[in-house]
């Protein structure tokens, strides 16, 4: 009982977005539901950390404070009802040296992601940062306002609007640029303009071919499942702490506020497509087989600044997210930015991008493009020539390492993709989700091979006592999947459980990824709390029809290719 009161006044927090039904899943209760501190060895190695990597390299917190405005202390942002939809209050902890159970280079990032406010990054271009897991670009035209991703909620929209506005001339906004299809990037468009202006012509809305169809395509087909794997990818129901969620990669986390779309006006198709707004004169390039399907980056002649939209960012980026998408293509990743690079390298001061803070400076920004062209080619070549050698994915994840002139580089690092699951993406899109291993073209469904397992394996009493060894010995990743097996065979078996949520939350205090952190911690937290049962998502009939798309018909009609009678 008080594990479920407990539970159901943290989750209604998260309700209003999520729209989830919570319930314990046929727990018994746990013996200890709280997070555990470190192992030593997970404290030994988090501590390896501080030698590998070039922490001496302070640029990147130079950048993230360059050109500061103001902000509002913690950044809040609240719903109509008074509900929190955002805050950086609650990540206060953040301002202190690594502790124990994070991996110090996440913790880096985690601190980066911890800025917020309006910073001025040329005349004429501001960016709203810190406001939501993604940024809001703000560009000064001749008489109004551009706004490139109105974040992810309406209200996180409006707030970053409002405190540009209480340091800036309060122009009418006049075009909304929408960079890809993800929901981070336009769901809050209702908070910087509304339908009717957008109708009658006094705001433009512009973006990428293929915009509308991918906006909703991943939130319609596979919408169910993501939304409860990205519970997974993002931790949101993860309490925020040093042994919780401490950052998302990308940004802190996601805001929790209603989101909106308006279907676009202009549609970009090519690359080199130009555009004049309100004296803004904006070169388009087209990426559309990188972060998302329908994607542009663009470039500001009087500006000398590229936005790089989710092209290159302060992280290695997911080929293969854990939440579940369609694979991406490295390749196609790396040429476009090459692209980037060899259109607008040398005459860029400053590049953007709509995460993370921007790099100044003519030679950093081509490094910085440098760098990210090269670790997405790198990973993809050398997983091709494992591949072709015979190695399987997971193989291949094992031995695959960067050199260190890629490694050592802050914005390469693995806060949101890994290279080992990034890898297995690249093997994935070339040969699909069979290694070849007749063993493994059909085998028994987990649950039944679970229990096989644990019966040759002498029962879950000998798996147990064995699996702790290992756990003393720090063999964490085994003793998760030895531990998993007895959860699959058992799931009333409560050593079982525990003994699984350790060795997850001992992989998620190394991890460096933030999704793999609250991949694995979000595991333990719902082994010892029970799992979430999600809800029906935002893609009803109505919000479909709104921006017209017709519901799929109770009936199914038949094909007129047809021959059935
Ligand atoms: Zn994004």
Redesign the pocket.
């Known amino acids: 009982m008080l594990a479920s009161k407990r539970l159901s006044g943290r989750f209604c927090r998260y309700a209003h977005i999520f729209t989830f039904i919570f319930g314990a899943a046929g727990a018994s209760p746990a013996l200890s539901q709280d997070p555990k501190p470190a192992e030593p060895a997970v404290k030994a190695l988090n501590n390896a950390f501080l030698s590998k990597l070039p922490f001496a390299d302070r640029a990147d917190f130079e950048d993230v404070t360059h050109g500061f405005v103001a902000t509002l202390p913690d950044a809040p942002v609240r719903g109509p009802s008074g509900n929190v939809v955002w805050s950086q209050k609650d990540f206060a902890f953040l301002e202190k040296d690594t502790p124990d159970g994070v991996n110090p280079s996440l913790w880096r990032q985690a601190q980066l992601n911890h800025s917020h406010g309006l910073f001025k990054v040329v005349d004429g271009l501001y960016q709203i940062r810190g406001f939501d897991?993604?940024n809001m670009t703000l560009i000064e035209g001749d008489t109004g306002l551009i706004v490139i991703d109105p974040l992810l909620a309406v209200e996180t929209a409006s707030a970053a609007l409002e405190l540009y506005y209480q340091h800036r001339p309060r122009k009418p906004v006049v075009a909304v640029i929408y960079t890809h299809s993800?929901a981070?990037?336009w769901g809050g468009v209702k908070g910087v303009t509304n339908e009717s202006d957008v109708a009658s012509g006094k705001v433009a809305i512009l973006a990428p071919e293929g915009f509308l169809q991918y906006a909703v395509s991943e939130s319609v087909i596979a919408g169910n499942a993501t939304r409860r794997r990205g519970l997974y990818q993002f931790g949101p129901l993860l309490p925020k702490g040093e042994r919780g969620l401490v950052d998302a990669g990308?940004g802190k986390t996601l805001s929790l506020g209603r989101t909106s779309l308006i279907p676009p006006t202009d549609i970009i198709r090519k690359t080199g497509e130009r555009r004049v707004i309100d004296g803004i004169e904006i070169v388009f390039a087209m990426a559309p087989s990188t972060e998302a399907p329908a994607e542009l980056y663009m470039y500001f002649p009087q500006f000398k600044a590229l936005n790089m939209a989710?092209i290159a960012t302060h992280n290695f980026h997911n080929l293969l997210p854990l939440r579940g998408t369609e694979v991406r293509d490295a390749l196609a990743w790396s040429k476009d930015l090459n692209e980037a690079l060899d259109v607008f390298g040398d005459k860029t001061d400053a590049v953007i991008a709509?995460?993370h803070w921007p790099v100044f400076g003519g030679a950093r920004v081509r490094t910085f493009l440098e760098n990210q062209r090269d670790l997405y080619k790198y990973v993809h070549d050398q997983t091709v020539r494992l591949m072709n050698q015979g190695f399987t994915a997971p193989e291949i994840a094992e031995q695959l390492q960067l050199p260190s002139s890629l490694a050592n580089q802050w914005a390469n690092r693995e806060y949101y993709g890994t290279v080992r699951h990034n890898a297995k993406a690249i093997y994935q899109k070339y040969l699909g989700w069979y290694d070849d291993n007749p063993a493994n073209l059909d085998p028994l469904p987990p649950v039944e091979a679970a229990k096989k397992y644990v019966a040759y394996m002498g029962g879950a009493d000998a798996v147990i006592r064995r699996a702790r060894e290992d756990f003393r010995k720090g063999e964490y990743r085994f003793v998760a999947e030895v531990a998993n097996k007895l959860v699959f065979a058992d799931p009333t078996n409560q050593e079982a459980r525990d003994l699984a949520a350790d060795a997850y939350e001992q992989l998620g205090y190394l991890a460096e990824s933030a999704t793999w952190r609250s991949a694995y911690l979000y595991g333990a937290y719902e082994l010892r709390h029970g799992a979430a049962k999600v809800g029906r998502g935002p893609a009803t009939a109505s919000t479909l029809s709104s921006i017209g798309i017709s519901p799929i018909p109770k009936v199914r009609l038949r094909s007129p290719l047809s021959t059935r009678r």
């Open positions: 897991i993604s993800h981070d990037h990308l989710e709509q995460h």
